[in-house]
């Protein structure tokens, strides 16, 4: 059974603009990784498989759908086919580190099937929206 991805780690960009996977999660990215836009002003790395995965799904679907244009301009075409390096590492291309305000210190969160990365500040105002309503969602959701 394949593990969800959960957490959130303390990670930086060095130099070169390469972001460490956290040690935990590296097995997942050996076929490869994508890292792309993401909604809330973040980034997400897919695991190689995940991504075929969501492409896949957005196969099945009418290519005259604006909701799949939006998707695909917005998340496809954001997309950066990575390979970890031996230290786990990913490039993150600067078309992805501006759009998420990334300059050195990064927040890694596990996401279900995916990681997001954040810029530390986006990632506690995301926090302090989420606050106030968190309860309610989860007995919402049953939880």
């Given amino acids: ?3 969800h991805f959960a957490g959130e780690f303390a990670h ?3 130099e070169k603009g390469r972001l460490a996977i956290p040690a935990k999660f590296r ?3 050996k076929e490869g990784a994508v890292v792309t836009r993401w909604m809330g002003e973040c980034l997400a ?3 190689a498989s995940e991504w075929d995965a969501i492409n896949a799904e957005v196969n099945k679907r009418p290519r005259t759908d ?3 244009q939006r998707f695909i301009h917005f998340v496809l075409g954001g997309a950066h086919e990575a390979e970890p390096d031996t ?3 990913v490039v993150v291309p600067a078309h992805l580190r501006q759009y998420a305000g990334l300059q050195g210190d ?3 969160i596990g996401a279900a099937q995916h990681l997001e990365v954040w810029e530390p500040a986006r ?3 995301r926090l302090s929206e989420i606050q106030p309503s968190i309860a309610d969602d989860l007995a919402g959701l049953g939880i």
């Fill in 1 to 3: 059974m394949e593990r």
């Fill in 66 to 68: 604006p909701t799949v």
């Fill in 12 to 14: 930086s960009l060095d």
């Fill in 27 to 29: 097995g997942r990215f």
């Fill in 45 to 47: 790395i897919f695991p």
């Fill in 123 to 125: 990632w506690q105002r």
């Fill in 106 to 108: 990064a927040v890694v």
């Fill in 87 to 89: 230290q786990g590492r």
